[in-house]
Structure formats: structure tokens, C-alpha cells
């Protein structure tokens, strides 16, 4: 099955310096890789994803990128502010059935 | 817009007793359905998942159950729990690929 491994697994970072989380996956056949925000209490939320047919997405101060070649997807967020605090998963699924999650990354920004 | 229920929101139960967690979609059909336990501090660990009524997957073997009685509700069972079944509870749902998870039910087994 796939195995997706997440580093680091604690991340700080001073307010308004850029954050970059690294996700490899083993399975060639995955082309979904989402990418999570749980807040401390709460459920994960869904910040940003891509498909395995585009290299790069942006969603304003956060972006993704895939490269295939190398089986690795990383999480970019830029201007870090306060409330980006939280922990961060990234996942890869090729059916859309199976989510396979990494371990998680605990971002803190210090103001 | 699609929303998904979960219930309770908290849970205090002792250790050997029943549990029953109800998961419910509403504003789409057919989803795929899911059940991950989170310890605290910790990943989210994939229980169960379902593609269609009656048709559930497990994917960690345990004192835990899941049934699917209709479309859009899932239900997460055991006849005795052990302490480490304490956790946060989420389903979660998916269609066309994109996976949303519920609100949760926070767990404490004593």
C-alpha cells in the first residue's frame, strides 16, 4: 500500500517568514494530494490539494507543489501570520477511496 | 452545499461499555464514508470505510465496528470499550475525490 512520510514533524517559524512542509509518497498511482489545517480541539480542514497533471497551485499565501518524478509534494506558506498556528497533514490517494495521511507537522509562529 | 453531522460531540464512558457514534451527510449521495480515530497529539489513524451501503472496509483490527444502513449515515460501534479507544473520533466524507471531515466526537474511556 502507500506510504506517505511528512517533514518536519515540529516547524517554528517568526511571524511573516515563509513555512515549507515536505510530503513523499511511495505509490506511483497516487494523483490526489490534499493538504489539511487542524486547529488544537477542531477537525482537519481542507486548505489547498493538487492532481498529479499539474506541478505547482497557489491559493494566495499558500501554494503547492508536486513533482512526480521524485514522488514528493511540499506545502508553502509565505507571510506567516499568527493564525497559521496549527498542525498541518498532507495525504495521497489514488482511487479516492483510500486517504493515506502523513504524520503531521505542529507550525507555530511567533509574533 | 454538502454538510456532514456527527454525534455526540463529547462522550465520558467507563471502561466495558457500549458505544454507538452516528455520522451523518447531508446534500449529496453516494459518498464514500470513513471513520479515523486521532489519540491525542497524534495522526489520524483510518478505522473504516465504505463505498456503499453495507460494503465497509476495515483497516486496523479492534474491538470496533462500522455499519452503513443507509446512503448517508454511518455508524461507529463496540460492545466493550477499552481505555485505549479515548480519542477524537472523526468521519469524514468524499466524493470526486475530495475527502471533508466532521466535527468530531471527543472520547474519554475511565
Known amino acids: 500500500g502507500e506510504n506517505v512520510e511528512q517533514h518536519p514533524s515540529t516547524l517554528s517559524v517568526q511571524e511573516g517568514d515563509s513555512a515549507v512542509i515536505k510530503c513523499t509518497y511511495s505509490?506511483?498511482?497516487?494523483?490526489?494530494f490534499p493538504w489539511y489545517k487542524q486547529e488544537l480541539g477542531k477537525r482537519p480542514q481542507l486548505i489547498i490539494d493538487?492532481?498529479?497533471?499539474?506541478g505547482e497551485k497557489k491559493d494566495q499565501r499558500i501554494a503547492v507543489t508536486l513533482n512526480k518524478t521524485a514522488k514528493h509534494f511540499s506545502l508553502h506558506i509565505t507571510e506567516t501570520q499568527p493564525e497559521d498556528s496549527a498542525v498541518y497533514f498532507c495525504a495521497a490517494s489514488s482511487t479516492g477511496n483510500q486517504f493515506y495521511f502523513g504524520t503531521g507537522t505542529s507550525l507555530t509562529v511567533i509574533p | 452545499s454538502q454538510t456532514i453531522h456527527q454525534w455526540p460531540a463529547t462522550l465520558v464512558q467507563p471502561v466495558g461499555s457500549p458505544l454507538s457514534l452516528e455520522c451523518t451527510v447531508e446534500?449529496?449521495?453516494?459518498?464514500?464514508l470513513y471513520w479515523y480515530r486521532q489519540a491525542a497529539g497524534r495522526g489520524l489513524q483510518l478505522l473504516f470505510y465504505s463505498v456503499g451501503i453495507g460494503q465497509i472496509s476495515s483497516e486496523v483490527p479492534q474491538n470496533l465496528s462500522a455499519s452503513r444502513p443507509q446512503d448517508r449515515q454511518f455508524i461507529l460501534s463496540s460492545k466493550k470499550l477499552l481505555l485505549s479507544d479515548s480519542g477524537f473520533y472523526l468521519c469524514?466524507?468524499?466524493?470526486?475525490?475530495?475527502?471533508?471531515f466532521g466535527p468530531g466526537t471527543r472520547l474519554t474511556v475511565l
Open positions: 493538487i492532481r498529479s497533471n499539474v
Open positions: 446534500g449529496t449521495s453516494n459518498p464514500n
Open positions: 469524514a466524507w468524499s466524493v470526486e475525490g475530495e475527502q471533508f
Open positions: 505509490d506511483s498511482a497516487s494523483n490526489y
